[in-house]
Nanobody, 124 residues
């Protein structure tokens, strides 16, 4: 089982950028796909982006296409989510998640390991 630790959230001005990091330990990193999900207070958790085991494939929610970028470095056991042109919206907690032995998916139920989350607040 992976242990995942996110970092890099905080307050960001609308239109700006921020990069979230997710460092994994305790498992075989390159056998997992990784995804980022976000959840605002009182709302369901939403898919944001995912990346394949070797990083050659990515998937994005329509709402973030062209603005967000997911990447990984298997030698560093790290996944990143670079978010740009951020829009003012309710604060959300961004979660990193790992899915062993599955193909790219938006389905959060197929991810077995989750981090504690990093809050991102975009202000105008």
């Amino acid at each position: 089982q992976l242990q995942l630790v996110e970092s890099g959230g905080g307050l960001v001005q609308a239109g700006g950028s921020v990069r979230l990091s997710c460092v994994a330990s305790g498992g075989t990193f390159n056998t997992y796909i990784f995804g980022w999900f976000r959840q605002a207070p009182g709302k369901e958790r939403d898919f944001v982006a995912s990346i394949s085991r070797q990083g050659g494939g990515t998937m994005y929610a329509d709402s973030v296409k062209g603005r967000f970028s997911i990447s990984r470095n298997n030698a560093e056991n790290t996944v990143w989510l670079h978010m740009s042109r951020l829009k003012p919206e309710a604060p959300a907690v961004y979660y990193c998640a790992g899915g062993p032995g599955v193909d790219l998916t938006q389905n959060g139920h197929l991810y077995s390991d989750w981090g504690q989350g990093a809050q991102v607040t975009v202000f105008s």
